[in-house]
Antibody
Framework: QVQLQQWGAGLLKPSETLSLTCAVY????????WSWIRQPPGKRLEWIGQ???????NYNPSLKSRVTISVDTSKNQFSLNLSSVTAADTAVYYC???????????WGQGTLVTVSS | EIVLTQSPGTLSLSPGERATLSCRAS???????LAWYQQKPGQAPRLLIF???SRATGTPDRFSGSGSETDFTLTISRLEPEDFAVYYC??????????FGQGTRLEIK
């Protein structure tokens, strides 16, 4: 059974860059896309983007200018960078494995990222 | 972008009752690529239903999905105590751009 474990800084100042990493255990990065989703407090889930093992990416148009998702197949990990953060980027961030063309089947535990001066 | 609107915002029911949750899309969802997720406090969402009506592995058969194009429904036939949670619909028909509804909170009456 695949498991995803994520980590990264939980407190940022405005204008800093958010960096999170998700490690995949019990499965290879091959054959699937891997995504990042976030959930601001009390708000709906928001899809950030996805990547496959060869580095092919798709991003949410509303975040595209600030987002970079990368993959490290040697470590079986993928990462999220979100630049120039503001308070509006405060959210729980999740990594997930994508199946069936867009379903988030397996999820990481979530990381609360707070942006505050 | 397809906007998903869920109703009601909050649904108060008792164990044993039937729950009906609605998800309406601003445009037709292609190939019925509509999913439902359950989220409990402090947990990641869990996939329940995909392709509008197919149960994911491990989803109890008291959960059923229906609908097409712009109107979709999640029905829980007889509520169990563990079913009280927040439910989100998601469209993945316009993949790779994916959107979620704002959620329906199912609470114990």
């Amino acid at each position: 059974q695949v498991q995803l474990q994520q980590w990264g800084a939980g407190l940022l100042k405005p204008s800093e860059t958010l960096s999170l990493t998700c490690a995949v255990y019990g499965g290879s990065l091959d054959l699937y896309y891997w995504s990042w989703i976030r959930q601001p407090p009390g708000k709906r889930l928001e899809w950030i983007g996805q990547i496959n093992h060869s580095g092919s990416t798709n991003y949410n148009p509303s975040l595209k200018s600030r987002v970079t998702i990368s993959v490290d197949t040697s470590k079986n990990q993928f990462s999220l960078n979100l630049s120039s953060v503001t308070a509006a980027d405060t959210a729980v961030y999740y990594c997930a494995r994508v199946v069936g063309g867009g379903l988030q089947k397996h999820w990481g535990q979530g990381t609360l990222v707070t942006v505050s001066s | 972008e397809i906007v998903l609107t869920q109703s009601p915002g909050t649904l108060s029911l008792s164990p044993g009752e039937r729950a009906t949750l609605s998800c309406r899309a601003s445009q037709s969802v292609s190939s019925n690529h509509l999913a439902w997720y359950q989220q409990k406090p402090g947990q990641a969402p869990r996939l329940l239903i995909f392709a509008a009506s197919s149960r994911a592995t491990g989803t109890p058969d008291r959960f059923s999905g229906s609908g097409s194009e712009t109107d979709f429904t999640l029905t829980i036939s007889r509520l169990e105590p563990e079913d009280f949670a927040v439910y989100y619909c998601q469209q993945y028909g316009r993949s790779p751009s994916i959107t979620f509804g704002q959620g329906t909170r199912l609470e114990i009456k």
